[in-house]
């Protein structure tokens, strides 16, 4: 099963999931608070930054300028979503993953140690 896509680093690939379930609502201080609440990791915003950076210049990922808000003076949010590419790489990943735990003998069972 070959795979041609640009490599991904876990905290990248937890970024472009986070970006995809907050469809279309996804822009950096909403993502570092999502990421923090659902891995318990201290996330700052540079680095979330940083990540949707790299996942644009990859292509899986894109992002335009919402409405200005007023909670945020008046300023506008970069808001990001997936694109197509980074769908079939999210979904490719899964597979991946999905096929070795299927593969992993008695995964849960405590007696055996890996």
């Given at each position: 099963m070959a795979m041609?896509?640009?490599?991904?680093?876990?905290?990248?690939e937890i970024v472009l999931l986070t970006v995809a379930v907050m469809e279309?609502?996804?822009y950096g201080v909403a993502l570092t608070h999502e990421i923090i609440e659902q891995t318990g990791r201290s996330v700052r915003l540079n680095q979330i930054h940083a990540a949707l950076q790299r996942l644009e210049d990859k292509g899986m990922v894109k992002s335009e300028m919402g409405e200005p808000t007023a909670e945020r003076g008046g300023r506008r949010k970069r808001l990001f979503t997936v694109t197509a590419y980074g769908r079939r790489t999210l979904q490719e990943i899964q597979d991946v993953r999905v096929n070795?735990?299927?593969?992993?003998?008695?995964?849960?069972n405590p007696a055996i140690s890996l």
């Open positions: 041609k896509r640009s490599y991904l680093g876990e905290f990248e279309g609502q996804a070795l735990w299927t593969r992993m003998p008695d995964p849960f």
